[in-house]
């Protein structure tokens, strides 16, 4: 494991301002400047978003096997001749270490929470070779910048929570971004009271659930495609129309868009879901569909529901969960006689591992049933939720729910502050 000391103490030493960039994903360059030994030149891969909290690993490959190394690492380029070769970080940090029997060393740390944006790393690898002229040899350097937070989208005051029937619309609509629309459908027509999301990219837009019924939803979404194409330009601009799951209350206003011009509406099947997002396979692929100049990672994560996927949105950072995790009551029905638990432990665990180095704005699931006292949940169903917790949740949530799963060697419920895991059958 990477000495956490190493990045703390790095990052505490100096900020240096660059560029802005965006929040995800590879803030990566690599500078070169190796300098080859008896193997050939050793070679440093760096992977990670330097985004708060994220995963950071640094990987040296083809050095001399069983070597005393050292690993060299500041927030400022140096670029000195140095044993034959070229220093290129200044050396804030030198970290002995020792090459594997393969010539290799991987470490793996948590980057800062709360560096500055467009904080430089460099980082190099200096080996002790008697191949080389001078007694050693070095890696590439690579040069990391701190990207800007996760944009902070629109969020409104208070979403509608079936408190204000006489006064409140059917659908709420929010505009998060200049490219992103949240949605959600008034208890009042449904006690589900569902979220829905829509995402604009250059080529086509594409919309996740479509609410419980009762709603206008075809209408509500077609009027805000169309302003969007016309304000971009956009002309016979399509849409796509998928799901989180295929639960009643995601999938009901779905036949308002079928056989609508432009429209294009992904079954609900494992099978139907697999084949759109060209799944091979099924779940443990995770694959990216395209917006145009906007990139959508599609995460299978059965366990609540065969066909459920989570969607992480490289534009806003959000990570939408579905019914997997949201402030409520986390059912996962059939959990031992179908085997459902089991698969909603290695879905958290896929999610989590994924999101390791990506930033996340916030994660946002599909309902809200949760009170915003911790621990105190609206009963099931409700149709009524005055005080209820707000939607969003974070990386810290999404660790929680992994780890109590994963704890589990029997389902059993569990509450926590803002969640509620219901396993039963």
């Known amino acids: 494991m990477l000495r956490s000391s190493l990045l703390l103490v790095a990052v505490a030493a100096l900020a240096l301002r660059a560029e802005a960039q965006s929040p995800c994903c590879n803030p990566w360059s690599d500078l070169g400047q190796s300098l080859a030994g008896a193997a050939g030149a050793p070679s440093l891969d760096a992977t990670g978003s330097l985004a708060d909290g994220t995963q950071l690993v640094l990987d040296l490959d083809g050095a001399a096997h069983s070597a005393p190394s050292w690993l060299v690492a500041g927030l400022a380029s140096l670029s000195a001749p140095f044993k034959g070769g070229v220093m290129v970080p200044v050396p804030q940090i030198v970290l002995p270490l020792v090459t594997d029997a393969n010539g290799r060393i991987s470490l793996v740390g948590s980057w800062p929470v709360g560096v500055l944006q467009g904080t430089n790393l460099f980082a190099q690898f200096w080996v002790q070779d008697a191949g080389s002229p001078k007694g050693y040899a070095a890696s590439n350097a690579q040069q ?39 949605l959600r ?46 304000a971009h330009g956009k002309v016979n601009y399509p849409l796509v129309v998928a799901h989180t799951h295929g639960h009643g209350d995601h999938i ?67 990570l939408l969960m579905g019914d997997m995790l949201y402030p409520g009551h986390l059912f996962i029905s059939g959990a031992v006689s179908q085997g459902n638990f089991a698969k909603y432990k290695a879905s958290a665990q896929r999610v989590v591992d994924f999101m390791a ?69």
């Open 252 to 318: 009901a206003g779905d036949p308002q868009f079928a056989g609508k011009p432009n429209v294009t509406l992904v079954g609900t099947s494992q099978a139907a879901v697999a084949a759109f997002f060209g799944f091979v396979d099924w779940p443990n692929d995770i694959v990216q569909f395209e917006l145009g100049g906007r990139t959508l990672d599609i995460i299978a994560t059965p366990g609540h529901q065969s066909a459920h996927i989570s969607i992480y949105d490289h534009e806003t950072c959000l």
């Open 185 to 230: 459908q008034s208890k009042c027509t449904n006690f589900e009271g569902p979220f829905m999301f829509l995402f604009f990219g250059q080529d086509r837009a594409i919309m996740f659930d479509t609410g419980a019924g009762n709603i206008p939803i075809y209408d509500t979404v077609n009027g805000i495609v169309q302003g969007w194409a016309t």
């Open 357 to 425: 180095d990506k930033p996340i704005a916030w994660v946002f699931g599909n309902h809200v049933e949760a009170k915003n006292i911790p621990f105190q949940f609206y009963p099931y169903p409700s149709s009524s939720q005055p005080d209820e917790h707000d939607p969003y949740l974070t990386r810290a949530h999404l660790l929680e729910l992994n780890a109590a799963v994963q704890a589990m060697t029997t389902p059993v419920v569990q509450t926590h502050a803002d969640f509620r895991i219901e396993p039963n059958g």
């Open 144 to 182: 990391g910048i701190t990207p800007p937070p996760p944009p902070v989208g629109n969020v409104p005051a208070d979403w509608i929570n079936g408190s204000n029937c006489a006064g409140d619309p059917p659908i709420q609509i929010d505009q998060y971004g200049p490219n992103t629309w949240i």
